[in-house]
């Protein structure tokens, strides 16, 4: 998170969108939820970290609908050591910068 905010310093920002996602394990009302919360905690810490105003940034939460594993890589519904492990690139936050470089 560091190194985004100080990959941030020299954009004019217009817009950051904040997207949280989890992995198919849960509820889908929980995943929606933690999904959120992700999204959400990131915003914080760039608004509090890196100085972003608050009126630029919204954070989504998109629960397991976006995964980035293949069902047929990580096979399973019960929630074993190896999925959990598999799953892991499904619980992540994206941040998309939309903006442009600040002039030297």
Known sequence: MNKLIQELRPVN???VQIT???DR????AYNAKLSQRRAEAVKIYLVQMGGIPT???SAT????????????????T???RALITCLR??????????????QP
Do not use: F, N
Not at 62 to 76: E, F, I, L, N
Not at 89 to 102: F, H, I, K, L, P
């Open 13 to 15: 920002i217009d817009a």
């Open 20 to 22: 949280g996602h989890t």
């Open 25 to 28: 394990l849960g509820s889908p």
């Open 55 to 57: 009126d630029k940034i």
């Open 61 to 76: 939460g998109v629960g397991a609908q976006q995964p980035v594993t293949m069902t047929s890589d990580c096979k399973g």
């Open 78 to 80: 019960h929630a074993t």
């Open 89 to 102: 690139a499904d619980r992540r936050v994206e941040v998309e910068v939309m903006g442009s470089q600040q």
